[in-house]
């Protein structure tokens, strides 16, 4: 039988851009690829990339503070809300142009526009042109949820965080995960008044626990209302703003209400189900190790398959598909050991096992050491940094590591190489310390802290 295309994948976002780009350019493979949306995807239009940018932005308000003390004579001014936004959009767009060009160098031919799937070998755009495909991929991502309750449609979501028209006054954030926190900190740094609402006991529920107690603490000195085992019952609008009723009678009124209270996979109606793709209960696609759904000519990569939700997991996983479907090498995706980053203020970077779920597994040291560290400390600043290790008694692996620090994102990525090589603590010990920085800290702790 012969398809229009080898390949036909349903989303431009980083799996399914890297997927079509090697499966056309190395592999040789006829595919096409549709977007209905911008190309790029969350990461690059509206998730990691302008998100890090509003971080870069809000880093200058403690870094005018700081330059006091080291001599400087400076003063701040007020944050252009609107210039900010303008070279933020102007970047994305360049971005977006540059993976558009990139498909189209690979060879990839692009629908801008909604596809759906019809059954295991076509597919369908808005447009009414159907296609043939050997292979379909599913890499449409996912999508803010919120709950629904009184007023939640007054709600925004990190979608359109980047589209204010100004910065609000005073605005609520709800939700404990990476989103919620991460913004709670961009904001405050920009100089709005942030109040932050999570159910639970602690924020960043699944992060080692004396690290989220490390980054919430830094966040409430920081200046972050942060009101925990607190809730949303209604939302009204009223002349003064958002009016917010809240399960513990912190009940005030915003400018804006952000929820960031997770993300679903996009399937609502892509046909996936009438197709035969099975999905799980938040509508997931499921797929085995290797990507493939239960329609064999069918695979999914990326958020929309809810397994690790993060850009480059995504991208391995579009890989992996590649290697496995088009190069006919069986290539898992491999899940372990990501590192990740939630970019508060201070950054929290981690790689493998919590203290807690390392304690569940084995018997193990804990290296832990909270301290000032010597640029705020200069300034006069109540900062502290944290630098665990979490290390195996019996192979004396480091099976966990957890820095709470300026820049923790980028030491993370360092030490993700050598726990993902099986490093031990004598091979940390064994390391000079580099002098004098935060992470050397990460070499020089010679007594256990605990041992469970
Ligand atoms: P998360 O799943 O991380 O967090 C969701 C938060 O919302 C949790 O605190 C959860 O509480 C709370 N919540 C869920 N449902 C409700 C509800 N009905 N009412 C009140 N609170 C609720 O989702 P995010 O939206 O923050 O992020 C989505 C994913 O995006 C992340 O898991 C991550 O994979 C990815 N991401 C990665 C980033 C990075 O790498 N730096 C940055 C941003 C996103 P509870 O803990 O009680 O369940």
Redesign the pocket.
């Known amino acids: 039988m012969s398809f229009d295309y080898d390949l036909f994948v349903i989303g431009g976002g980083s799996g399914g851009v890297r997927a079509a780009r090697l499966a056309s350019s190395e592999a040789g493979a006829k595919v096409a690829l549709a977007e209905e949306y911008r190309m790029g995807g969350t990461c690059v239009i509206r998730?990691?990339v302008p998100?890090k940018l509003m971080v870069f932005a809000s880093g200058y308000t403690p870094a005018f503070e700081d330059a006091r003390a080291y001599g400087w004579d400076v003063t701040s001014g007020a944050f252009d809300w609107s210039r900010f936004k303008t070279n933020l959009h102007a970047e994305l767009t360049r971005l977006e142009g540059i993976y558009t060009r990139n498909l189209g160098n690979a060879g990839v031919e692009i629908f801008h526009t909604r596809a759906v799937v019809k059954d295991a070998h076509t597919v369908e755009l808005a447009n009414g042109q159907v296609f043939t495909a050997k292979h379909i991929l599913v890499a449409t991502g996912g999508r803010?949820?919120v709950?629904e309750f009184p007023g939640s449609d007054l709600a925004v979501t990190?979608n359109e965080m980047f589209l204010l028209d100004a910065l609000p006054k005073k605005m609520l954030i709800?939700?404990?995960?990476?989103?919620?926190c991460?913004f709670a900190c961009i904001m405050n740094g920009l100089g709005v008044d942030v109040t932050q609402f999570?159910?639970?006991a602690q924020?960043l529920?699944g992060f080692d626990d004396e690290a989220r107690g490390h980054v919430a603490d830094q966040m409430t000195s920081g200046g972050v209302n942060l009101h925990v085992g607190t809730?949303v019952v209604s939302m009204k609008k009223t002349p003064d703003g958002i009016a917010v009723k809240s399960t513990t009678g912190h009940d005030d009124t915003y400018d804006v209400v952000m929820y960031?209270?997770?993300?679903n996979p996009n399937t609502d109606g892509l046909g996936l189900a009438e197709a035969g793709v099975k999905l799980g209960r938040k509508g997931e696609v499921v797929v085995d190790d290797y990507s493939q759904t239960s329609v064999p000519s069918i695979y999914a990569v990326g958020d929309v398959t809810d397994r690790?939700?993060?850009t480059p997991v995504a991208i391995r996983e579009g890989a992996a598909f590649v290697e496995t479907v088009f190069h006919g090498r069986p290539t898992k995706p491999d899940h372990d050991l990501v590192a990740?980053?939630?970019?508060t203020q201070p950054e929290l970077g981690t790689v493998g096992l919590t203290e807690e779920e390392a304690r569940e597994r084995e018997p193990i040291e804990v290296y832990s050491a909270a301290f000032r560290p010597m640029q705020t400390l200069f300034a006069g600043r109540e900062d502290r940094v944290l630098m665990k290790l979490i290390v195996s008694r019996e192979t004396r692996k480091v099976l966990g590591c957890h820095i709470v620090a300026p820049n923790a994102g980028e030491m993370i990525q360092l030490a993700a190489i050598a726990i993902k090589m099986g490093a031990t603590k004598e091979d940390f010990d064994r390391t000079v310390a580099v002098h004098p920085t935060m992470s050397e800290e990460l070499v020089t702790m010679k007594t256990p802290t605990r041992v469970a």
């Not at 709800?174 to 919620?180: E, S, T």
């Not at 960031?260 to 993300?263: I, L, S």
Request: hydrophobic share 40%; aromatic share 12%; glycine share 18%.
């Open positions: 998730g990691c998100k803010p949820f709950p990190s709800v939700g404990g995960g990476f989103i919620a991460e999570y159910r639970g924020v529920r809730d960031a209270t997770g993300r690790i939700n993060l990740s980053a939630v970019f």
